[in-house]
């Protein structure tokens, strides 16, 4: 059964950087979708970066530029870079994959995927 466990997070001023990790375990990574969610406060789960097994990135419109997601094969490791923080960007981060499909329809929907992280905080202050 693949876990995901995600480190990382922390308390950055704005415009400052960040980056996320998330060790994948119960299996060796091989192409699976993968991508990262976040929830503030108050507000529902978005997605906000993902990746197929084809290679291709999605992000949402309010990263895009910003937010860099990629992975490390030899190390199980996904990443997700985390560049000109705003405090719009503070939540809980979690790691989310799709161990049983290489490709999703949406892939920024939650209901993609099957296997989520424990989360990792991210506060950004003005």
């Known amino acids: 059964q693949v876990q995901l466990m995600e480190s990382g997070g922390g308390s950055v001023q704005s415009g400052g950087s960040l980056r996320l990790s998330c060790v994948v375990s119960?299996?060796?990574?091989?192409?699976?979708?993968i991508g990262w969610f976040r929830q503030a406060p108050g507000k529902q789960r978005e997605g906000v970066a993902a990746?197929?097994?084809?290679?291709?990135?999605t992000y949402s419109d309010s990263v895009k530029g910003r937010l860099t997601i990629s992975k490390d094969n030899a190390r199980n490791t996904l990443y997700l870079q985390m560049e000109s923080l705003q405090p719009e960007d503070t939540a809980m981060y979690y790691c989310?994959?799709?161990?049983?499909?290489?490709?999703?329809?949406?892939?920024?929907?939650?209901?993609?995927?099957?296997?989520w992280g424990q989360g990792t905080q991210v506060t950004v202050s003005s």
């Open positions: 989310v994959a799709d161990p049983t499909s290489s490709l999703v329809i949406n892939p920024l929907a939650q209901d993609e995927y099957n296997t």
């Open positions: 119960g299996s060796t990574y091989s192409g699976y979708s």
């Open positions: 990746l197929d097994g084809h290679g291709r990135e």
